[in-house]
């Protein structure tokens, strides 16, 4: 696993780092992130008269193009907030969101090296080359993870049906976890019950066939529900079963596939229901420290 700040030797430079390790879909700078700056950057920056400053954000491929392109240039404009704290001579000349398109072949690979920032520090002028460093093993990702439904609901008119759902996923190895909306289109049996509603279920756990990571799991899903009875607290058979596929997903499906996760307390009847959508993170990945 990549350093979370890798210094970068051989340019002309007067002080190079690689900032490593963003949080996965964050731009939040690391503890070790602002130490390194202010210390060492500040160090050189306040020892030179027109200090010239290179910027350049990076994204692993986890992630649509657009979105890791947008979050390549908050990390790097996080570096530039920080730095304008104590320095209000640099000059910030370059600043380049690269996105994904330097992340390498791989696009499972999540690796820490690839959530980055280059941060360059010229006496007056940028070299005319960067030398990188050497790219580290792939992160090891997570084949433990853990579900739960968070709350939603169902709606629709005679055999057609709209389901609105959020759920937590939970990554037990790293202990971060995600919020994620489902919202789907499908067909029902007919109830007597326009809708229904349900509160935070139990979590359950699940695997992966292979190691990957907390927005990998963002893409197409199917959800159905079984017959069942929800008043309140009380249910019977109260559950949904949600199927994800999405993009990174393909040739490393959970286990099971279809994933049997309790529904909390709320009301209505079902006899039976599927729907087709997309299964969406909206918040994380998060430090994870229990229920």
């Known amino acids: 696993m990549a350093n979370d700040v890798q210094e970068v030797t051989g340019t002309d430079a007067a002080i190079a780092a690689r900032l490593c390790n963003f949080v996965t879909g964050q731009a939040a700078l690391l503890p070790a992130h602002k130490s390194w700056l202010d210390s060492k950057a500040r160090s050189v920056l306040d020892s030179l008269q027109n200090p ?6 990076y994204a692993s491929h986890l992630g649509s193009p657009a979105f890791n392109k947008q979050l390549s240039l908050q990390r790097l404009q996080a570096v530039k907030a920080h730095i304008a704290t104590f320095s209000s001579k640099a000059q910030f000349i370059q600043e380049v969101g690269e996105g994904e398109e330097k992340s390498g072949p791989d696009e499972q690979d999540n690796s820490g090296y690839y959530r980055a920032v280059d941060v360059f520090i010229y006496g007056s002028k940028p070299a005319p080359r960067r030398v990188r460093i050497p790219i580290p093993k792939r992160a090891a990702g997570s084949i433990n ?10 709606g629709g008119k005679n055999v057609l049906q709209v389901d609105a759902m959020f759920f937590q996923i939970v ?29 935070m279920g139990r979590f359950v756990p ?22 069942q009875v929800t008043v309140g607290p009380k249910s019977i058979n109260s559950m ?52």
């Open 52 to 57: 010239w400053v290179d910027l350049f954000g």
């Open 145 to 154: 993870f853990e579900i739960r439904f968070i709350g939603g609901g169902s």
């Open 206 to 227: 699940f695997n992966t066939r292979n190691a990957t990571f907390l927005p990998a799991f963002s893409g197409p899903a199917t959800l159905a529900q079984p017959p």
């Open 240 to 291: 949904v079963v949600l199927s994800m596929s999405g993009p990174h997903l393909l040739g490393n499906s959970t286990i099971p596939k279809d994933l049997k996760i309790p529904t909390g307390s709320g009301v209505g009847v079902s006899i039976a229901s599927a729907t087709e959508g997309r299964l969406q993170m909206v918040k994380g990945p998060l430090p994870f420290t229990g229920p």
């Open 171 to 199: 990554d037990k190895k790293q202990m971060v976890t995600a919020f994620y909306f489902f919202g789907g289109k499908g067909l029902a049996v007919p109830t007597l019950t326009p809708g229904s509603v349900a509160g």
